[in-house]
């Protein structure tokens, strides 16, 4: 019997194909079993092709993980399904000669690290009295399962209602000078002089008392310290850089009939992406729980998405944060992929890809994953002995192939785990 030579052809290149595959398998499986990186922690691994709907491969990929940071793909996701094309900034109403507004949660407001926000245009050119309404809010200033004393440190600014300045005090240091330059300004008067060792600004965990060394430095710094928030602190900045008064009226009953928008959602979504910023994350949940309910709460958002877009995922997440500084957060490798292919259908690819930390060129990436061609387009996450990689991975034959690289427990550092993790997803790009 003759067979057609196209036959034979196919034939072989299915088994090459297999063959390959078999052997990529058995080195990370190798790679799993003897390296050092992997010896004493837990890892969960997954890989799969969108287009063939199939799973590459699967190391404990139904194990639940503390995903840290990850998280930020499930606030990325509750922002495009909930906030639209543009951040929310106010909701207003004007009553005789005063404009009433009500934060809604927009992190943008005089944030150095995103556009400038439509709100300082818009309120300088009113004519009315400006009144500040605060919101229903009850949320507590740091997350459920917060480190409590990392409350000094610019990762833990405070979650709050109407978010100005990012919730931050930069204290600039010249080694030619025994005190800081202060922004903003109206904090100056807080220093206080201390006899403390440290060299770096310590604030009071219940006050906007800055505690500092009253000593030149050797070197040149900055250091960013959340303020503790309050409406009237809010009010006062605001107030201090629009030049004229910012009233208050606690009101439960006050109906607002117009929305001002700020930024476009994308410059706020690639901010958070590409740096890990916390901050933006935690309050995207804000906004996006007023758009439901008008009630910043965070669970309000989260109970939604888990109830309408999210109820078909593979494994049921544990979430409670937007940031992912909780380690009270518990989600699977095959839970993230899951995640990413809702993205991935949703998104355009150019505009995904383009919001995501890329290896060896943007964001906590910039480092790592060094390539010619970028082949990582993911979101770390990183909390003390819990290390995780979810994204996108291109491999040298075109395709985009899904993944979620999930760490708890190890004792390594985590530079020596990230260079175990590269070997393998390597293989992952030279070989599929």
Not at 320 to 327: A, F, N, Y
Request: aromatic share 12%; net charge positive.
């Amino acid at each position: 019997m003759n067979i057609h030579p196209l036959i034979i052809f196919g034939l072989i290149i299915f088994l090459g194909s297999c063959s390959v595959s078999k052997r990529t398998t058995k080195n990370i499986d190798n790679s799993f079993r003897e390296a050092p990186a992997f010896k004493q922690g837990f890892a969960g691994f997954m890989v799969y092709d969108p287009e063939e709907k199939k799973i590459l491969y699967n190391h404990n990929g139904r194990k639940y993980f503390t995903p840290a940071s990850n998280t930020k793909l499930f606030s990325l996701y509750t922002g495009l399904k909930i906030l639209g094309d543009s951040v929310p900034a106010l909701k207003y109403t004007i009553k005789n000669d005063s404009l009433f507004f009500t934060g809604t949660g927009d992190p943008s407001l005089l944030n150095p690290n995103l556009p400038d926000s439509q709100v300082i245009p818009f309120l300088n050119e009113r004519n009315e009295t400006l009144v500040m309404v605060p919101p229903v809010y009850t949320e507590k200033h740091q997350g459920p399962g917060w480190a409590w004393d990392d409350f000094n440190s610019y990762y833990s600014a405070e979650r709050t209602p109407f978010p100005i300045y990012g919730n931050l005090v930069e204290f600039t240091f010249k080694s030619s000078e025994e005190k800081p330059e202060i922004s903003p300004t109206i904090f100056s008067d807080s220093i206080v002089i201390s006899e403390t060792k440290r060299s770096r600004v310590r604030r009071e965990i219940r006050s906007n008392t800055f505690l500092i060394q009253n000593s030149k430095r050797e070197i040149n710094f900055s250091q960013n310290v959340p303020f503790h928030y309050s409406t009237e602190m809010a009010a006062a900045l605001l107030s201090d850089t629009l030049k004229k008064p910012v009233f208050i009226k606690k009101s439960s009953e006050m109906k607002f009939t117009e929305k001002l928008y700020s930024i476009p959602v994308d410059s706020m979504y690639k901010r958070m992406m590409e740096t890990s910023d916390n901050f933006i994350a935690e309050q995207i949940l804000l906004m996006a729980a007023q758009q439901i309910s008008d009630t910043l709460k965070s669970d309000i958002a989260i109970k939604h998405m888990k109830e309408t877009f999210l109820k078909n995922l593979t494994d049921e997440p544990y979430w409670v944060d937007g940031s992912g500084l909780s380690r009270y957060n518990l989600f699977t490798p095959r839970t993230m992929i899951s995640l990413l292919l809702k993205i991935k259908e949703e998104v355009p690819e150019d505009r995904l890809l383009s919001l995501l930390a890329t290896g060896g060129q943007s964001g906590t990436l910039r480092n790592f994953y060094k390539a010619e061609e970028p082949y990582i387009f993911a979101k770390t996450g990183t909390l003390r002995h819990n290390h995780s990689l979810s994204g996108y991975l291109l491999t040298k034959k075109g395709k985009l192939l899904v993944f979620s690289f999930m760490n708890s427990n190890y004792t390594v550092p985590t530079s020596e785990l990230k260079d175990a993790m590269e070997q393998i997803l390597l293989q992952i790009r030279d070989n599929y």
